[in-house]
């Protein structure tokens, strides 16, 4: 579809079949936890470590980003869906919210892989700002992600694969079948 025909609905959709994981970005703000559900997470760079995050001008965290140059991020888990509505402004009510710290950055218990950022940048781009952070601190864990796909959360099925060999001289963010063991 060309751009002048822009149907911001088809344009979503056609976004939403690119899948994703679903993060939370935490912040301490004024003594206090605040965290957004956000899928717009990328890999950035590996030397230095870098991801960003882009985030809507509209959002609380927009706002208090700036201010507290850090944030967390929280890879949730296939069993997270609810925390992920609850960031994402369908405040469930009596949902048990257990943070952790990770350099004084609140994370949520229980995510597949955390991140702590400092961030370096951030580009205004269009209705949202993209927060590019130093990663400062990070760890995973073998477990199933919640996956986001076409406007729903999803889970993966298949079986794990065998990683595909791939020689150490072409090692980059994207190479295939680099996920080594955990790191616990
Ligand atoms: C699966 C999912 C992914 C989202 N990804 C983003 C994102 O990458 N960036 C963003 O600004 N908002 C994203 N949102 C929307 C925010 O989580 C939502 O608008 C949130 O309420 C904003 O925070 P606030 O209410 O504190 O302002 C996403 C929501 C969902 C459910």
Redesign the pocket.
């Known amino acids: 579809m060309a751009a002048h025909s822009f149907d911001p609905r088809q344009f979503r959709n056609a976004l939403g079949r690119f899948a994703s994981g679903?993060t939370v970005i935490t912040t301490r703000y004024e003594d206090r936890p605040?965290g957004?559900?956000?899928?717009?997470?990328v890999s950035v760079s590996l030397d230095p470590p870098l991801v960003l995050?882009?985030?809507?001008n509209?959002?609380?965290?927009h706002r208090i980003l700036p201010i507290t140059g850090r944030y967390g991020v929280s890879v949730l888990a296939e069993n997270q869906e609810k925390l992920?509505?609850h960031?994402?402004?369908r405040t469930i009510e009596g949902l048990k919210i257990r943070f952790t710290e990770r350099l004084d950055i609140p994370v949520l218990e229980g995510a597949v892989a955390y991140f702590v950022v400092s961030v370096i940048d951030a580009h205004p781009a269009g209705d949202?700002t993209l927060f590019i952070g130093q990663v400062e601190h990070f760890e995973a864990v073998d477990d199933r992600p919640l996956l986001?796909y076409a406007g729903k959360y999803q889970q993966i099925r298949a079986e794990k694969a065998k990683p595909t060999p791939w020689p150490q001289d072409e090692f980059s963010l994207f190479s295939i079948g680099s996920f080594d063991p955990p790191i616990t």
């Open positions: 679903v605040h957004m559900t956000a899928n717009a997470f995050v882009s985030v809507d509209r959002a609380t965290l992920s509505n960031f994402a402004g949202h986001f």
